[in-house]
Nanobody, 115 residues
Framework: QVQLVESGGGLVQAGGSLRLSCASS????????MGWYRQAPGKQRELVAT???????NYADSVKGRFTISRDNAKNTVYLQMNSLKPEDTAVYYC?????????WGQGTQVTVSS
């Protein structure tokens, strides 16, 4: 049962922008803390940004000022707006939902930034 589906990845030049979306079929979506993580080849998965059920946000230092996470509870969707992209942002980006010990992950979407 697919619960999180990411979209919006692709190939972009350095300095460009992309917006990732994560559509959820989870019940009580608004209660979940949502997050975006990424994994580059040969590296561990790392946190990019999170947003709580109350709308508080947190960002990795490497993306602060460039990325913005947001959520639309009416659409059961979380977004990641990525601006001023750099080649080092190249990775597979994963959506995560967390609530009361339950975790769900999407299948990931590839983001490639060319120099």
């Amino acid at each position: 049962q697919v619960q999180l589906v990411e979209s919006g990845g692709g190939l972009v030049q350095a300095g460009g922008s992309l917006r990732l979306s994560c559509a959820s079929s989870l019940r009580f979506f608004s209660s979940y803390a949502m997050g975006w993580y990424r994994q580059a080849p040969g590296k561990q998965r790392e946190l990019v940004a999170t947003i709580t059920s109350g709308g508080s946000t947190n960002y990795a230092d490497s993306v602060k000022g460039r990325f913005t996470i947001s959520r639309d509870n009416a659409k059961n969707t979380v977004y990641l707006q990525m601006n001023s992209l750099k080649p080092e942002d190249t990775a597979v980006y994963y959506c995560n939902a967390h609530w009361a010990g339950f975790d769900s992950w999407g299948q990931g979407t590839q983001v490639t930034v060319s120099s």
